[in-house]
């Protein structure tokens, strides 16, 4: 086995017995350990991810896998074939007033580290961060109309990665279905679907 693969199941294992945000709701959710040119960073798991076992498990993750289907790449391919991280990756709980809670900056930058060793380890030559928490990881936006529809770039020491974010596909939101946000999905989807990262996990050796 590749070491690089050994690496990051060791990752993984270590992920999954995390246990530093108290106010977080297990178990940690992780998905395949696949080495991959494409890493999608979503915001956190909501509470039948936990259940499921697995990220964008429930109606946010048949909308995004939609996506992903019109241009090339089914639900099953991408599991198998995409190193899905989050932001953080245990359930927040909800908020008193309504949806998910989000996560503190405290949590926030607790769980960065993990995501900092998966970039490190993978490499990635393209980042689809899904929806604002995940954008404001790696890009300055104050509102998804300024960042979604292009392409941007990730620079780090042994690391340089183009970034196409994507919006949210959670049904509370109506952004991705009105313009400009309809409009800015189809672009940035189009640019996804030339990268050659995404044509590499597309037609695989």
């Known amino acids: 086995m590749e070491q690089r693969q050994i690496l990051l199941e060791r990752h993984q294992a ?7 945000c108290p106010e977080m709701i297990g178990p940690v959710i992780v998905g395949q350990p696949v080495l991959s ?6 915001q956190a798991p909501g509470g039948k991810e936990g259940v499921l076992g697995k990220p964008f498990a429930w109606t946010a993750g048949k909308t995004l896998f939609r996506w992903f289907a019109s241009i090339g790449v089914a639900e099953e391919d991408f599991r ?11 359930f927040p709980g909800k908020n008193p007033k309504g949806g998910d809670r ?3 900056p405290a949590e926030i930058a ?4 993990w995501l900092d060793a998966e970039l490190e380890l993978l490499r990635p030559r393209l980042v689809i961060p899904v929806g604002k928490l995940a954008i404001r990881q790696l890009l300055a936006a104050d509102k998804l109309d ?15 990665a183009d ?16 313009d400009p946000g309809k409009t800015l999905l189809e ?9 050659p990262a995404w044509l590499a996990i597309r037609h695989p050796p």
């Open 187 to 195: 672009t940035a989807l189009g640019l996804i679907a030339e990268h």
């Open 110 to 113: 607790r769980c960065s580290a």
């Open 146 to 160: 300024q960042v979604v529809g292009l392409g941007h770039r990730l620079e780090r020491p042994g690391l340089a």
């Open 102 to 104: 989000v996560p503190a």
């Open 163 to 178: 970034i196409i974010p994507l919006p949210h596909p959670s049904g509370a939101s109506t952004w991705h279905r009105r």
């Open 14 to 20: 270590a992920l999954r017995a995390c246990a530093r």
């Open 80 to 90: 198998r074939r995409v190193y899905m991280a989050a932001v953080c990756r245990c």
């Open 37 to 42: 040119p494409v890493l999608l960073i979503g």
